[in-house]
C-alpha cells in the first residue's frame, strides 16, 4: 500500500485548559498569533497566491486567496502556522463571515486534529520507550490487564507490538472511526475493541501475521491506548499531558474526550459538506489515541519543530538517534503513519486527518525545518489543505508539494456517458462514478460523501484528474473501461449502476 492509499485511508475513513477569549477581524486577533507583522510580505503572498493542485498546459493560472477559497468552498474557519527554518514564522486564525458561529475564533482555539492525534500518541510512546517505560517490542499483551487480543494471525514469535501497531503493520483490522454524538454514551476502550452493543467499528482483530502487510489501522491505536492506561494505572489524556504534550509546550492541546464544558466553549465546530454544523457542534472520540486530540495550528507547530530539532540533534524531549531511527523504518513511502518523500536530498514528513466535520493536515523538511500546519473545521477542508501546501511550497521554496502539469483533453459526451456505476475499489471499497450531462461532468465520489469533479486529460489511458487534489483516475482500454486505476490499485465495475445526474 503506498503513501498515496494511506492518505485515502486517514480521510475516507475519518477514524479526529480554559482559554481567554476575544473578538476581532477577519484575520484574527493578536490573542496567541505569531509574527503576522514582521512577516507581512511572505504572508500577503501566500495569502492571495492560491493555486491548484493542477496546472493544465497552455491555459492562464488563475491564482485566489485564502478567503475567497473559504468562500468557495463553505469552510467556517482555518487554524494555520508556516515554519521557516525550524520556527514559526507566522500564525492566524481565518474566519468566514458567512458563519456567525465562527467570529469569536482566535489563534488560540482549538481544532479536532482527527489523525494527526496518531503521531503526537506514537511520539509520546517513543519518549516512553527512550525512558524504560515500555519496550515497543515486546508483545503487546504482556502489557494488558484484562483484555486478552483475540486469538488471530499473530503467534509467539511474531507478535502484536508497540511498534507495528503505531507502524500500521500490526495486521489488525484495518480502517478508522465514525464517533459518536455527544448526546450518546461513549463506550469505553473495551467495548470499542471488542465490538459491544452500541459500538459502531468492528471488533479488533488480527486479520494478518504482523509486519507483513501496511494497513491503515485504527484500532490498532486503540489497542495500544489502553495498553498505555494498564501500564501507568491512569486515564489517557493524563498520560499525554505528562509525555508528550507538556513538553512539547503543547499548552492548548488535550485528548478529554469528552471535552470539558469550559474548553467546549472554545472549539471550533465542525461543519458538514452543505455548511451545516455537525449536530450538537463535534462528534465525540472515545478512540483518543487515534482521533481525539483537541489542538491548533500554533501547538502542532511547537510538536513538528521538536521533530525538526531532534533530527539535528538539539531537542530537548527527542533524542537525534530515536529520529533517524525511525525515519529508516520506512514502508512504502510510511514512516509511522508520517508520509516520507525524498526529494532531490530533501526528507520530509507529512500527516493528514479526518474527523466529521474537520480536515487537517501537517509537513515539516527534516532538513530545512520548513512545513506548515493547518486545521479546518468542515468536511470541504481537504482541498484547501492541500492547496495551503502547494502554495507555501511555491511561495518558500520547499522541495515538495509540487504542482501537477497536464494537458486537458476533450472526451465525447457518448463516452463518458458509458462510465457511472458503482465500483469495487483494492476488492474492498465500494466507489461511484456519476455523469452531469448538463455540464458534461464525470465525478468519482468517495464512501464518506467526498466528490471528486474529474477532468480529462491525456494519457495512455482514458486519464482524468481532480484539479484540486492532483487525484488521477485511469479507465482501462484493456476492460472497454469498465475498470480504473486509483492510486495503483484497481476498480472494477459491479452490476448495480449509478444514474447519470
Known amino acids: 500500500m503506498n503513501k498515496l492509499i494511506l492518505h485515502f485511508f486517514a480521510l475516507v475513513f475519518m477514524s479526529s485548559c480554559t482559554f481567554q477569549n476575544k473578538e476581532r477581524s477577519m484575520q484574527g486577533n493578536k490573542g496567541d498569533c505569531i509574527g503576522r507583522e ?61 458563519f456567525p ?49 483475540p486469538r488471530g494471525k499473530q503467534t509467539a514469535e511474531n507478535p502484536v507490538t508497540f511498534r507495528n501497531i503505531f507502524s500500521h503493520t500490526s495486521g489488525i483490522t484495518p480502517g478508522g472511526y465514525q464517533g459518536y454524538a455527544r448526546n450518546l454514551p461513549m463506550p469505553s476502550d473495551l467495548d470499542i475493541l471488542m465490538g459491544s452493543a452500541g459500538v459502531n467499528s468492528p471488533a479488533v482483530e488480527v486479520l494478518e501475521p504482523p509486519n507483513e ?45 469528552p471535552l470539558p464544558v469550559a474548553d467546549s466553549m472554545l472549539a471550533a465546530k465542525g461543519h458538514t459538506q452543505s455548511g451545516a454544523v455537525v449536530e450538537g457542534g463535534w462528534r465525540n472520540y472515545p478512540e483518543q489515541a487515534a482521533a481525539g486530540l483537541w489542538s491548533n495550528a500554533v501547538d502542532l507547530a511547537k510538536f513538528l519543530i521538536e521533530i525538526y530539532k531532534a533530527y539535528h540533534g538539539d531537542s530537548s524531549i527527542f533524542s537525534k538517534s530515536d529520529i533517524k531511527s525511525i525515519i529508516r523504518d520506512e514502508r512504502d513511502g510510511s514512516v509511522y503513519g508520517f508520509l516520507l518523500d525524498r526529494s532531490g536530498d530533501d526528507i520530509s514528513i507529512t500527516h493528514y486527518g479526518g474527523n466529521a466535520g474537520y480536515r487537517t493536515g501537517m509537513t515539516i523538511s527534516l532538513k530545512s525545518g520548513n512545513g506548515l500546519v493547518y486545521l479546518i473545521n468542515s468536511d470541504n477542508g481537504e482541498a484547501l489543505g492541500n492547496e495551503l501546501l502547494l502554495s507555501a511550497s511555491q511561495v518558500y521554496n520547499w522541495h515538495h508539494f509540487k504542482q501537477a502539469n497536464v494537458q486537458r483533453k476533450q472526451v465525447a459526451p457518448e463516452v463518458l456517458k458509458e462510465l457511472p456505476g458503482k465500483y469495487k475499489w483494492n476488492n474492498q471499497i465500494d466507489l461511484s462514478i456519476t455523469f452531469d450531462e448538463s455540464k458534461n461532468q464525470v465525478s468519482l465520489y468517495f464512501p464518506n460523501g467526498d466528490e471528486y469533479k474529474l477532468v480529462p486529460v491525456t494519457g495512455e ?29 484497481t476498480a472494477v465495475k459491479l452490476n448495480t449502476d449509478v444514474n447519470m445526474r
Open 38 to 98: 514582521k512577516s507581512l510580505e511572505r504572508k500577503t503572498q501566500l495569502e492571495e497566491g492560491i493555486r491548484e493542485q493542477v496546472k493544465f498546459l497552455g491555459e492562464s493560472e488563475a491564482l485566489s486567496s485564502i478567503t475567497n477559497k473559504m468562500s468557495e468552498y463553505h469552510i467556517p474557519s482555518l487554524s494555520l502556522a508556516v515554519i521557516n527554518q525550524g520556527k514559526i514564522e507566522w500564525a492566524d486564525i481565518y474566519r468566514n463571515v458567512n
Open 101 to 149: 458561529e465562527a467570529q469569536h475564533l482566535n489563534c488560540s482555539s482549538i481544532f479536532q486534529a482527527a489523525s494527526l492525534s496518531k503521531p503526537v500518541t506514537f511520539l509520546g510512546a517513543l519518549r516512553m520507550h527512550a525512558a524504560g517505560k515500555i519496550d515497543l517490542d515486546k508483545n503487546i499483551q504482556e502489557y494488558l490487564g484484562d483484555y486478552v487480543l
Open 213 to 257: 502487510t501496511l494497513a491503515y489501522s485504527g484500532g490498532g491505536y486503540t489497542l495500544a491506548e489502553l495498553a498505555l492506561e494498564d501500564i501507568f494505572n491512569d486515564d489517557f489524556p493524563n498520560i499525554m499531558q505528562k509525555w508528550i504534550l507538556e513538553p512539547a509546550g503543547m499548552n492548548h492541546s488535550e485528548f478529554t474526550q
Open 461 to 489: 489511458e482514458l486519464d482524468f484528474i481532480h484539479p484540486n487534489t492532483g487525484v488521477k483516475v485511469s479507465f482501462l482500454k484493456k476492460d472497454d473501461f469498465r475498470s480504473f486505476t486509483l492510486y495503483g490499485q
